[in-house]
């Protein structure tokens, strides 16, 4: 789809440059309004410094400041297997370069986003309230989607647009409260201006001023949210494309509209990241001329309305049935290359609701912040916080005492039984330690420690037989 991606960058800097001569010109209307006859030349001049700066900013570090301003935490396979693993078949499936990163939100609403400045170095974020709620087809349609806008270059320029708005709106603000809280400031500009013969003219430029610096945010809000609803039918149809499934994408679209919690991490440079607007209200509607994204009734009805096929012509079929518009979403080139993508069968759990509770959710959260679970032979289990010194404890139910798997002490433990020397005296591991057996003993949240001092999370969802441990490459069998 190369000609979508190339369609995409030349939107993208179309928009660029309006929403940057928007900034450009509050720049120069405020520099005027302060200091005349000169100070428009300033004005503009700060006004593109600040914009250079936080573009600068964005590209070298915009995905991690978004990640961080989410409360995103970077997880690693043991910790959500099936997570990894519908990731790692979109990104083969999409033909990525490189692997996201994944990371996982400790918000119970049920979201998720994609950032990255481009696919070789991209991340997938998603909340714990998401991963309760999904089955796998679900999940993989909202995974699907998100690595879409990674694979459409739809990130980076939400990054970029999001830094101009937010420029905006900074300078914006700034020369508004002076404007209005700081005494006395009209009537000195009138004294200057009047000085110079020029009174009439400056009192001209101020209302100007102050009429743009309030419309100029909401213009280009306006501008943001209009490019991000667009783009969300595109990371839709994509998304139908990948996973050859729309009825997952439409499924998991379906619970996230009924989903009435708000994400309170969210704010509005960030919301049209998300795959749903993360700020509504409980029984709130947003207007479709404010919302950060398209109706989702309307999605919905467009990929279920989706026959003969799972392509992008398919899709746009649909789109152009359901909305009653003409307009193409698709190049020519990506309806003529989508007629042979076969809609599939759903997976065995598509129709079963999950079952998680909230405890399991909770869990999930504790294991991303580092606890460890300990199950005692009465069946207890224990969450350990990560802060926890002691080396063992008595378990509340039965006494017992249950030791605490520290790396220190796994690797101490490990360093004593299972290493030995050859002939010349290299370390070498016990042929016996090569492999390690667990004997899961449930069906929920458990820890085990490898020899080499690495604790490991068995999460509900993993029902492999055999892992391998991230810190040493040992391989584990998990029997039941």
């Not at 610096?213 to 306006?222: D, F, T």
């Not at 520290?406 to 433990?413: D, I, M, S, V, Y």
């Not at 969802?461 to 040992?474: D, T």
């Amino acid at each position: 789809m190369w000609e979508l991606i190339q369609q995409n960058k030349r939107k993208s800097w179309v928009l660029f440059i309006m929403m940057g001569a928007c900034l450009a010109l509050l720049g120069y209307l405020v520099g005027a309004a302060y200091a005349p006859p000169d100070g428009g030349v300033a004005g503009l001049a700060i006004a593109l410094f600040i914009w250079m700066l936080l573009s600068i900013i964005s590209y070298f570090s915009g995905d991690s400041i978004m990640l961080s301003i989410s409360g995103a935490r970077q997880i690693t396979s043991d910790v959500h297997p099936q997570l990894f693993n519908v990731v790692e078949e979109m990104k083969i499936a999409s033909s990525m370069p490189a692997m996201p990163k994944v990371y996982i939100i400790d918000e119970a609403a049920p979201n998720a986003f994609a950032t990255g400045r481009k696919p070789q170095s991209s991340a997938v974020a998603v909340t714990a309230g998401l991963l309760s709620r999904m089955n796998r087809d679900e999940l993989q349609g909202v995974v699907a989607h998100e690595m879409s806008h990674i694979q459409n270059r739809d990130v980076m320029f939400m990054t970029f647009a999001g830094i101009m708005l937010g420029s905006i709106a900074l300078i914006s603000q700034v020369f508004l409260r002076g404007a209005f809280f700081s005494g006395g400031m009209s009537g000195r500009v009138r004294t200057r201006g009047s000085d110079r013969g020029g009174g009439q003219g400056q009192a001209i430029i101020m209302i100007v001023a102050l009429v743009f610096a309030i419309l100029a945010p909401i213009m280009a809000r306006l501008l943001y949210f209009a490019i991000s609803r667009k783009r969300e039918y595109l990371a839709d149809a994509s998304a139908a494309r990948l996973t050859r499934y729309p009825e997952g994408l439409a499924s998991a679209l379906e619970k996230l509209s009924k989903s009435t919690e708000d994400l309170p991490r969210a704010n509005n440079i960030t919301a049209p990241l998300y795959i749903v607007n993360p700020l509504k209200k409980a029984g709130a509607k947003l207007s479709n001329l404010s919302s950060t994204h398209p109706p989702v009734e309307e999605r919905i009805r467009v990929l279920r309305t989706m026959a003969g096929g799972a392509g992008f012509l398919q899709y746009q079929e649909a789109f152009n049935r359901v909305t009653g518009s003409k307009s193409k979403l698709i190049p020519q080139s990506g309806l003529k290359d989508s007629a042979q993508a076969a809609i599939r069968t759903g997976s065995v759990d598509a129709g079963a609701p999950v079952t998680q509770t909230k405890r399991t959710v909770d869990d999930l959260v504790r294991a991303v912040n580092g606890f460890v679970f300990l199950t005692c032979t009465c069946g207890l289990k224990a969450k350990i916080p990560p802060d926890f010194k002691k080396e063992s404890f008595p378990c509340p139910r039965c006494g017992s005492v249950l030791r605490v798997p520290t790396a220190e002490l796994a690797t101490a433990a490990a360093m004593a039984s299972g290493l030995a020397r050859d002939a010349n005296g290299v370390p070498q591991e016990h042929p016996q330690l090569q492999r390690m057996t667990y004997h899961r003993k449930g069906s929920g949240w458990e820890s085990l420690s490898c020899a080499c001092g690495k604790t490991i999370q068995l999460s509900p969802q993993f029902s492999g037989s055999k892992l391998v441990c991230n810190g040493c490459g040992r391989e584990i069998t998990i029997e039941r």
